[in-house]
C-alpha cells in the first residue's frame, strides 16, 4: 500500500483545526519543530508510526482514519477495501464470498 503523504497530513492538518489548536501547540506537545509538522501537513515530507500515534492521540482521532480516511468506528470501514478486492476477484469466487459474508451477519444477527 503506497502512503499518500499530503493525503495524511491534510487530515492531521484538519483534526487539529478541529480541535482549535495551532501548529505550535501540537508541536511543543510532541517535541518537534513547528517547520516540520508544518512538512508533515503538507505532505512533503514522511512520518514514521510513533510520530502518528503521538499526534492521532492528541487529537483524539484513530489511526485508520489518518492512514485511509476510515476507523472501525465509521460506516464506510474497509468499503473500499472491500470493493479493491472483489474487483479483482473472478464471479465465482465472488459468489463464494458473499455467501460466507452472508453467512457470518446471519449468525451474527441470531447471536444478539
Known sequence: MNLDYPLIGSRIKEARLAKNMTQEELAAQIDI????????????????????????????????????????????????????LLKSTNPQTRKLIYNIAKLIIENEEENY
Do not use: M, W
Open 33 to 84: 519543530s513547528v517547520a516540520f509538522l508544518s512538512r508533515i501537513e503538507r505532505g512533503s515530507t514522511h512520518i514514521n508510526l510513533k510520530r502518528l500515534s503521538q499526534i492521532c492521540n492528541l487529537l483524539e482521532i484513530p489511526e485508520g482514519y489518518v492512514l485511509n480516511g476510515s476507523s472501525s468506528e465509521s460506516d464506510n470501514y474497509l468499503t473500499p477495501e472491500f470493493s479493491h
